[in-house]
């Protein structure tokens, strides 16, 4: 769910002007699990603009507190999220710890990596939503060291029904700056995309694992 619209637009547009999401509807991306895409989304690349990176990590920080309080610690999930959680750690002063897709397979196999404390309540950061497995991979390794897991605050989700779906599941909120049909309405109000190719974004949305370009 997005908060804030005019955040939704602004995020969106920013995400595009430094290409860290790219629409190319006539010249498809290939995802690792092999869908083809007319999008592909690296919110990392927002680490490398300081400008950008400040306007998200006070936006989240901001939007964080609205929506949650004030948690005990930020949780980030490896790797995409580790960089914007901790900017939003700090703009919070709270302590940071970040989730690892598994345990380690050396040293002392942590898949929570920092210091915490069970019962302490925690907000997880993610850089992008898609299906949601790897966010509630997180999260279920945090509630399995007994911390308290109040929600999930993220920078783009593609609003797929199967991550709605998967999060109601889980019992957990989500949150994000931006998302989808906000990206789609400012690349056409920016002229970054032509309102003809606006189509193919939308069967894609509607039918990403069976999309083909025409």
Known sequence: MVLDTEIAKRTA?????????????????????GWK????????????????????????????????????????????????????????????????????????????????????RVVVIEDLISTGKSSLGAVRALREQNLEVAGMLAIFSYGFPIAQDNFEAEGVQLHTLSDYGHLIQQAVETDYIHPSQMQALLEWRANPQGWKQT
């Open 13 to 33: 547009g920013l995400l595009l002007q430094i290409n860290a999401i790219k629409l190319e509807p006539e010249n498809p991306f290939t995802w690792a699990s």
């Open 37 to 120: 895409s007319p999008i592909y989304c690296d919110n990392r690349i927002m680490l490398s603009y300081p400008d950008i990176r400040n306007f998200v990590r006070l936006e989240m920080a901001g939007q964080l507190k609205k929506i949650y309080g004030t948690p005990d610690i930020i949780a980030g999930v490896a790797t995409g999220a580790i960089g914007i959680g901790i900017l939003v750690a700090e703009a919070l002063g709270l302590p940071f710890i970040y989730v690892r897709p598994e345990p380690k397979s050396h040293g002392r196999q942590n898949q929570i990596e920092g210091h915490f404390e069970p019962g302490q």
